[in-house]
């Protein structure tokens, strides 16, 4: 959820703006030379002229004079009969008698293991926990060298860099929060699972990288079991887009949300995921590191701009390609019964075609052609927000709507702890931060707001749509 930028911010921001780097932030990208990072304390163009100095600055080769090559004489070679070889006799060897006794098994993991594609069930029984922010997660356990792992005993990943809330506070008094009360949405009705046709659907916020608080929130809906293994049947839950980035376990959301794909279409429903800004910079970072780009305002590049947004290294050195192409082919906009699903607050989105298929289809097609300031100015445009509040909302919305299908949007990427005018931090403690019970209606309730500010204390929400209330 970067700063937006052309949307008129209430306050000027650090984010999409200079892309200068913190001293926090240095550090190379895998498959970049750290030489090529921008100075910590200078803009990105000096990076990106350096950089284009030196591609035109190649040496020419000098060129090589032909040698003629005699041919020599052979001199002929007699080749001897093979001689007979004189068999030999193996002698037999002892054999060892069997162990009497079975070997000691070895003992138990504390917890079940997630893995990508599949969930490995143990035979012993495993020892139902909770999960805890602090503490390592009773639900996702450590698999050596695999990119998903959870991080051991709680602790943070080396280079781990929390980031600054930064984005203008909104007070506003004409707009609802829902509450979603617990208990009556803990368990998905089993004769809607089970039963033939779609099943109830859901819908999550932003991620970014709070795998633990991720599975604790579907866990509370009953959309997956004590194991983190999809338990909805033919339930049908949408993630609302941006994985990674800010958090500790950018890498290990995106393993857990593919492995549910495939876990819930083998149970008959599905688990699906909209292409948010953030998987824009990360796609971006990897492919284009720091080349420069055109961003409107200047030089930038997208490594500049994934550090400044939040960008974890742990993340970076653990993307595989498997994770670009899934990323690569996620869509912009969906329609799922009347309600228009999409990552951000904006009307972007009208920019890229009159149907959700034309929109889907070009943005996956810039992204194929993979080239750097198309995908950029792809990402400048979905990291726009707030076109749904004050009083060109509505109409805002309606245009949507109108274009593209559905009597209501739903949409992550802006902050609903901004929207209500409450400010958290990163590590607040006790009671400090911002209070967020459900998701926010607004613009004449035509719009759902689901990014519940996990990032800054705040909420991970997922909820059954419709609404109740």
Known sequence: MTQGAGQEPVVRTATLRDFRVPPYARVPVQGHAAEHLPPAEGPVEASAEASIEASVAAPTEAPVEPRTVEPQAVEPRTIEPPQAVEPRTAEPRPVPPMPTTAPTPAPAPADPTLLLGRRVVPAYAATAGTTSTTGSSSIVSVATGHPGSAFPEGGLPEGYTPTERDLPVINRGDTVQVRVTPDAAATPDPAATTGEGPGPLYVVGDVHGYLDELVAALRAQGLVDENGGWAAGNARLWFLGDFTDRGPDGIGVIDLVMRLSAEAAAAGGYCKALMGNHELLLIGAKRFGDTPVNSGAGTATFQAAWLLNGGQKHDMDRLQDVHLQWMSRLDAVV??????????????????????????????????????????????????RFAFRDEGGPQAVQELLSTYGGSRIVHGHSPIPYLLGQVGTEESEGGGGPIVDGPHVYADGLAIAMDGGVTMAGKLLVVQLPLNG
């Open 335 to 384: 329609l799922e019964d009347d309600h228009l699903l999409l990552h951000s607050d904006t009307t972007a989105y009208l920019e890229y075609g009159e149907t959700i298929e034309d929109v889907n289809e070009t943005v996956h097609e810039i992204l194929n052609r993979s080239d750097a300031d198309e995908v950029w100015d792809v990402f400048r445009k979905f990291t726009k």
